[in-house]
C-alpha cells in the first residue's frame, strides 16, 4: 500500500496494457471512420462484435477450453432445489388492465388527444422539446403506449438487424469430436426430410435479452441448420405466423423473463388453431427446473437450462425433429 504502482516495469502486465490500449484504438478507429457511435449502431457493428465475443467464449465453454466451476467441470453430482418467486403473469396482466380502465375513465379524454397532437406535430415538423411535450401528455394521464404510438406514427418503429454470426462457433471449438452426434443425426435427418432442419428462434413478450438465442442461432449455423431469426417482443401469435410461412420444422424460444409458464403454452396453443403441430417448439433460457414438467405437460419437446452445451442441444433437436417428422407425416 505504500507503493504507488507495484507491478511497474513487469512485462507481463504492461504488455497486456499496451495490447489493451492498441486493440481499444482500432475499434475506436474503425467506428470514427464509419461516421461515429450513431451510425455504427445503426449499422449494428457494436451488437455484431458483442455477439462474436460471446459466441467465442461460449465455444470455450462447451468445448472445455474455459473452465466455468460447477457448469462444465467439478460439477455437483446432485443440484439442491432453488426456492424462486413464482409470478401469476395472467393475475399481473388482468391487474394492469384493471388499473388502465381506471385512469382513462378518470381523466379528460380531450385534454389527452389536445397533447398527443402536440407531440405528433413537433415530431413531424422537428420543432419544439419532445421530452418536455411527452411529460405534458402523460401529466394528463395518457400511457406509455399512447405516447409510443404518437410517436410511431411520424418516426415509425425501429427494427433491430437480425444477422447471424457466422463461422465463428464451430471455427472456435477447440473439441471436434464432439460434433460427431451432431453429425450423424443430422445426416439421419437429412436422409428422412430431404433438407436441412430449418428453426426459428423466437423472442416472446417483454424480454430483449437476445443475445443468448443469437449465440444459439450462430452455434445452429455453423452445425448445419437453416436459421431463421424473429424480431424482439413478438406475440405467440406472431411468432407463429412467421414460423408457418418460413416453412420451419423446429421454433426455439428463448426465456430469460419469467414469462414461459404464459407465452409458450399460447404459442403451442396457436400452432394447434392454425393446423402447424407438426412444428416442433424446443426452449432455453432461465427457466427453474420446477417448471420442466409444466412446460412438458404443454407440449414442449426439449428443455436447454444454462449449462447445456451447443452440441448436446443441437443434436437433440434434430433427433426430435427426425421423431416428429416420422411420426407426423409417417416418413
Same mark, same amino acid.
Given at each position: 500500500?505504500?507503493?504507488?504502482?507495484?507491478?511497474?516495469?513487469?512485462?507481463?502486465?504492461?504488455?497486456?496494457?499496451?495490447?489493451?490500449?492498441?486493440?481499444?484504438?482500432?475499434?475506436?478507429?474503425?467506428?470514427?471512420?464509419?461516421?461515429?457511435?450513431?451510425?455504427?449502431?445503426?449499422?449494428?457493428?457494436?451488437?455484431?462484435?458483442?455477439?462474436?465475443?460471446?459466441?467465442?467464449?461460449?465455444?470455450?465453454?462447451?468445448?472445455?477450453?474455459?473452465?466455468?466451476?460447477?457448469?462444465?467441470?467439478?460439477?455437483?453430482?446432485?443440484?439442491?432445489?432453488?426456492?424462486?418467486?413464482?409470478?401469476?403473469?395472467?393475475?399481473?396482466?388482468?391487474?394492469?388492465?384493471?388499473?388502465?380502465?381506471?385512469?382513462?375513465?378518470?381523466?379528460?379524454?380531450?385534454?389527452?388527444?389536445?397533447?398527443?397532437?402536440?407531440?405528433?406535430?413537433?415530431?413531424?415538423?422537428?420543432?419544439?422539446?419532445?421530452?418536455?411535450?411527452?411529460?405534458?401528455?402523460?401529466?394528463?394521464?395518457?400511457?406509455?403506449?399512447?405516447?409510443?404510438?404518437?410517436?410511431?406514427?411520424?418516426?415509425?418503429?425501429?427494427?433491430?438487424?437480425?444477422?447471424?454470426?457466422?463461422?465463428?462457433?464451430?471455427?472456435?471449438?477447440?473439441?471436434?469430436?464432439?460434433?460427431?452426434?451432431?453429425?450423424?443425426?443430422?445426416?439421419?435427418?437429412?436422409?428422412?426430410?430431404?433438407?436441412?432442419?430449418?428453426?426459428?428462434?423466437?423472442?416472446?413478450?417483454?424480454?430483449?435479452?437476445?443475445? *443468448?438465442?443469437? +449465440?444459439?442461432?450462430? =452455434?445452429? &449455423?455453423? #452445425?448445419?441448420?437453416?436459421? !431463421?431469426?424473429?424480431?424482439?417482443?413478438?406475440?405467440?401469435?406472431?411468432?407463429?405466423?412467421?414460423?408457418?410461412?418460413?416453412?420451419?420444422?423446429?421454433?426455439?424460444?428463448?426465456?430469460?423473463?419469467?414469462?414461459?409458464?404464459?407465452?409458450?403454452?399460447?404459442?403451442?396453443?396457436?400452432?394447434?388453431?392454425?393446423?402447424?403441430?407438426?412444428?416442433?417448439?424446443?426452449?432455453?433460457?432461465?427457466?427453474?427446473?420446477?417448471?420442466?414438467?409444466?412446460?412438458?405437460?404443454?407440449?414442449?419437446?426439449?428443455?436447454?437450462?444454462? *449449462?447445456?452445451? +451447443?452440441?448436446?442441444? =443441437?443434436? &437433440?433437436? #434434430?433427433?426430435?425433429?427426425? !421423431?416428429?417428422?416420422?411420426?407426423?407425416?409417417?416418413?
Amino acid at each position: 500500500t505504500d507503493t504507488v504502482d507495484p507491478l511497474a516495469g513487469s512485462y507481463f502486465v504492461e504488455n497486456m496494457t499496451k495490447e489493451l490500449i492498441d486493440k481499444a484504438n482500432e475499434l475506436i478507429e474503425k467506428i470514427e471512420d464509419m461516421g461515429g457511435m450513431t451510425v455504427a449502431v445503426i449499422e449494428g457493428f457494436p451488437k455484431s462484435e458483442i455477439e462474436i465475443s460471446a459466441t467465442k467464449r461460449q465455444a470455450k465453454i462447451d468445448s472445455g477450453e474455459q473452465v466455468i466451476v460447477g457448469v462444465n467441470k467439478f460439477k455437483s453430482k446432485q443440484q439442491d432445489p432453488i426456492e424462486v418467486l413464482d409470478i401469476d403473469n395472467n393475475a399481473v396482466r388482468e391487474e394492469q388492465i384493471e388499473k388502465l380502465k381506471n385512469i382513462k375513465s378518470k381523466r379528460n379524454y380531450d385534454e389527452v388527444c389536445f397533447t398527443l397532437n402536440n407531440l405528433k406535430k413537433a415530431a413531424k415538423e422537428n420543432s419544439g422539446n419532445l421530452l418536455d411535450l411527452t411529460i405534458v401528455a402523460m401529466r394528463a394521464r395518457a400511457t406509455v403506449g399512447e405516447v409510443s404510438y404518437a410517436l410511431e406514427e411520424i418516426y415509425g418503429r425501429y427494427g433491430v438487424k437480425q444477422e447471424v454470426v457466422k463461422n465463428v462457433y464451430k471455427n472456435s471449438y477447440t473439441n471436434k469430436e464432439d460434433f460427431v452426434e451432431v453429425d450423424k443425426a443430422l445426416a439421419n435427418f437429412k436422409k428422412i426430410a430431404g433438407e436441412s432442419p430449418k428453426i426459428f428462434m423466437a423472442k416472446l413478450g417483454q424480454d430483449g435479452h437476445d443475445r *443468448g438465442a443469437k +449465440v444459439i442461432a450462430s =452455434a445452429f &449455423t455453423d #452445425i448445419g441448420f437453416n436459421v !431463421e431469426i424473429g424480431t424482439l417482443f413478438q406475440t405467440p401469435t406472431e411468432a407463429v405466423e412467421m414460423a408457418i410461412n418460413l416453412g420451419v420444422h423446429v421454433i426455439g424460444v428463448s426465456s430469460l423473463a419469467a414469462g414461459h409458464k404464459t407465452l409458450i403454452p399460447e404459442l403451442i396453443d396457436e400452432l394447434k388453431k392454425r393446423q402447424a403441430e407438426d412444428i416442433l417448439v424446443v426452449c432455453g433460457g432461465v427457466i427453474p427446473a420446477q417448471d420442466y414438467d409444466f412446460l412438458y405437460d404443454a407440449g414442449v419437446s426439449a428443455i436447454f437450462g444454462p *449449462g447445456t452445451s +451447443v452440441p448436446y442441444a =443441437a443434436s &437433440t433437436t #434434430i433427433n426430435k425433429a427426425s !421423431e416428429q417428422l416420422i411420426r407426423m407425416h409417417n416418413y
